[in-house]
């Protein structure tokens, strides 16, 4: 049964329980009703129209689509003579991208017979656009990153932002336009906005006391899964190795979403592997290194304790120099040159007789 939370005076949420939670806004206005996406099956959205009608005795006035998918805009048939508005490239998405996957979803399931494609009557291309109507203001915002065309709506007077899908409880890159880049810029941005109560596309609301962190949370989640699918890459790694890399390992806490929120997480993963596999480089390979024969090291020389002194000059090659320079130089007349003397041993006493000259 679809879940009905009263979260002002004026303002209303329907959840999903047959689809990961989608959700579905309602404001009220003394002029009518503004009508913030619809619910993915047929059932689902007659019973909204049926509570608007019949409940708060209103008339559905306008529908924002506030992105292309079709688990927010398939209902939009049923609000006959409403007003759609949505930003332009919803209208060129619902065109084509959601057209092709009606034809799918007929093919697949009767239940979808009856369903339409209605174009937005009123579209815009700036960053912000504001729909009035009985004196509430309803503020458009672009959001882009999990689609290229998202926008959230701001309920002003009551402070209560419909965030659509750029806020869930496992943030969603995946399919058409999707951005990680994008995405955390328009979390940011979400952040910084003071609200007292901020629907999630798909999820429970979140109380103003715990916006920010669970925001932050989910940008810590983005970051996590980007750093772990580049190091991925970097190591040349196959996009198969990250069925290992489980939701539990980011740290993401407060995940429902049927069951289904692992299967999301997983196709994160892999979108951002196909993402990044052509923009992340990998870390160099390190060459092989070239065998080389094994060369003995030499025996080291010992080095002496005692150093050895150096050997002198001999004696004999300098004497003769030093007998010519110690001679002094005669005076007048040479002086006769002194024959060559030889020791003569004859017992005790030693003579010097004159040497013989050889004939």
């Not at 979108?271 to 025996?299: F, G, H, I, M, N």
């Not at 005669?330 to 003397?341: E, I, N, S, V």
Request: charged share 25%; with cysteine; net charge positive.
């Amino acid at each position: 049964m679809t879940k009905i939370e009263r979260l002002s005076d004026n303002v209303y949420v329907f959840t999903s329980d047959r689809y990961v939670q989608v959700t579905a806004g309602v404001v009220l206005t003394p002029d009518g009703a503004i009508v913030i996406d619809t619910l993915p099956y047929e059932d689902e959205t007659r019973f909204m129209r049926d509570f608007i009608e019949g409940k708060l005795g209103s008339v559905v006035r306008y529908v924002v689509n506030t992105h292309f998918h079709s688990d927010h805009v398939f209902g939009t048939w049923i609000f006959t003579g409403a007003q759609v508005v949505a930003h332009a490239l919803c209208a060129e998405l619902l065109h084509t991208r959601t057209r092709e996957a009606l034809k799918r979803a007929q093919q697949d399931s009767p239940d979808m017979a009856k369903v339409q494609i209605v174009l937005p009557h009123v579209t815009f291309r700036t960053s912000q656009f504001r729909l009035t109507l009985g004196g509430k203001t309803l503020i458009l915002t672009h959001s882009p990153g999990h689609s290229p065309d998202l926008v959230t709506v701001l309920v002003n007077e009551d402070r209560v932002l419909f965030a659509s899908d750029t806020v869930m409880s496992v943030p969603s890159i995946a399919g058409t336009g999707g951005s990680l880049k994008n995405l955390l810029g328009s979390l940011h941005d979400v952040v910084l906005t003071d609200v007292e109560m901020l629907v999630q596309g798909h999820g429970d609301v979140i109380l103003r006391g715990e916006i920010r962190d669970s925001v932050r949370g989910q940008i810590r989640y983005l970051q996590t899964i980007d750093a772990h699918v580049r190091r991925t890459l970097k190591r040349r790694l196959s996009k198969e190795t990250l069925a290992k890399f489980l939701l539990v390992s980011t740290n993401l806490v407060k995940v429902q979403m049927g069951g289904l929120a692992e299967n999301l997480h997983q196709t994160n993963v892999n979108a951002l592997y196909d993402q990044l596999r052509r923009s992340v480089r990998p870390y160099p390979s390190t060459p092989r290194a070239t065998a080389r024969p094994v060369r003995k090291p030499a025996a080291a020389k010992r080095a002496s304790p005692v150093r050895k002194a150096a050997k002198p000059a001999p004696r004999r090659a300098a004497e003769p120099a030093m007998r010519k320079a110690a001679q002094p130089k005669a005076k007048g007349k040479p002086a006769k040159t002194m024959p060559a003397l030889r020791k003569v041993d004859t017992g005790r006493k030693r003579t010097l007789v004159k040497a013989r000259k050889s004939k």
